[in-house]
């Protein structure tokens, strides 16, 4: 008679799967969660923009930190937590950071441009803080589009910069994350969103945020990641703040929207050096100050080839390309970017 093998099958961890189902049912029914940010003050106000100040819980360094985050995003998402914020992260570190939120324009601010955005806005913030730390330099730290800005007025400003990180920068547009097709005719000019951007004056939260899940190809594997690892509270706690951010789009002055959509995507004018701002030719060869350059392995959003060579454009002696294992998102939203600067900056802000 043959012998019986009797199929084993796998144990079901009931605590795990009840975890598992009462998380899933927070996300589906529960309000957002509350972001609640590390200790700071606001120190500079102006229209829908706010200068925040962050300080180091225990001072060692006398270069304070300016942080630029995209126009495209709301900046909490380097303040996301407090484990696993970038800032308070920064300030435990013993830096005193300054972070710049742009704010949501209204319709009254539809002609606001670049060029207001850096000159009567980012530049007028950094002199603010620069008296309000009463140092006689500061560290710039732009990441995405906020990179790219930074990199903008560093080179036509006389304030005294003394580092640059440039993180997950777009600087090159000869080629970006969209299907081929579609970078072509946006390069043509056969395709163009101009005459939208008049319609609308302002561009609405809705369809930046439908712009970056299309960018991403609309992943689903947040989704499926959440329900992998729904048992795991702290995984569930930081997909669900990530979630919130990710839908809490900002608007975007269409004057700004338009200048960046062609002479940045459409006309590479940055790289080129035809880039002008407040009547100022932006070249990046003026930038001589300490430079970090840093991408990220996994960035679905901006690719590496635009980034680096903004390591050739520059004059600085002082440069450093550095590659981190993470995505364009979870570098900030893990807190990780903290510790990615922090060692190169260290040596870099205290006063010689």
């Known amino acids: 008679m043959a012998a019986i093998t009797k199929c084993k099958l796998p144990v079901t961890n009931l605590e795990t799967e009840r975890d598992r189902w009462r998380n899933l049912y927070k996300v589906l029914n529960e309000p957002k969660p509350e972001i609640v940010p590390s200790p700071r003050q606001a120190?500079?106000?102006?229209?829908?923009?706010?200068?925040?100040?962050?300080?180091?819980?225990?001072?060692?360094?006398?270069?304070?930190?300016?942080?630029?985050?995209?126009?495209?995003?709301?900046?909490?998402?380097?303040?996301?937590?407090?484990?696993?914020?970038?800032?308070?992260?920064?300030?435990?570190?013993?830096?005193?950071?300054?972070?710049?939120?742009?704010?949501?324009?209204?319709?009254?601010?539809?002609?606001?441009?670049?060029?207001?955005?850096?000159?009567?806005?980012?530049?007028?913030?950094i002199r603010v803080a620069l008296r309000h730390a009463k140092a006689p330099e500061i560290s710039l730290v732009g990441y995405c589009i906020g990179g790219t800005l930074s990199a903008m007025l560093a080179s036509i400003t006389d304030l005294p910069i003394k580092n640059l990180v440039l993180a997950a920068v777009p600087i090159d547009y000869s080629n970006f994350i969209l299907p081929d097709k579609w970078v072509k005719a946006i390069q043509s000019g056969s395709l163009s969103l101009d005459q939208m951007i008049d319609a609308y004056e302002v561009i609405p939260s809705e369809f930046l945020y439908a712009t970056f899940l299309a960018l991403q190809g609309f992943n689903i594997g947040p989704n499926v990641n959440l329900v992998t690892r729904g048992h795991d509270h702290t995984y569930v706690d930081k997909w669900r703040r990530m979630d919130k951010w990710t839908k809490d789009a900002v608007t975007f002055s269409g004057s700004a929207f338009k200048q960046m959509l062609n002479d940045l995507y459409k006309d590479n004018k940055l790289v080129k050096g035809e880039m002008v701002i407040g009547g100022k030719k932006v070249d990046l060869s003026n930038i001589k100050c300490s430079l970090l350059v840093i991408t990220s392995t996994r960035d679905e959003l901006v690719l590496e080839s635009q980034s680096l060579p903004v390591m050739d454009l520059v004059s600085s002696e002082d440069k450093t390309y550095q590659l981190e294992e993470a995505g364009h998102v979870s570098i900030c939203l893990t807190g990780q970017f903290a510790f990615a600067v922090a060692p190169w900056l260290e040596t870099r802000s205290n006063l010689n």
């Open 43 to 125: 120190v500079w106000k102006k229209n829908k923009s706010v200068l925040w100040y962050y300080p180091a819980q225990e001072k060692k360094y006398d270069i304070p930190l300016f942080l630029v985050y995209s126009l495209l995003n709301k900046p909490y998402i380097l303040d996301i937590s407090e484990k696993n914020s970038v800032v308070g992260n920064l300030t435990k570190q013993g830096y005193d950071v300054y972070m710049y939120d742009w704010g949501s324009p209204g319709l009254e601010d539809k002609d606001i441009s670049l060029d207001n955005y850096l000159l009567d806005y980012l530049e007028m913030a």
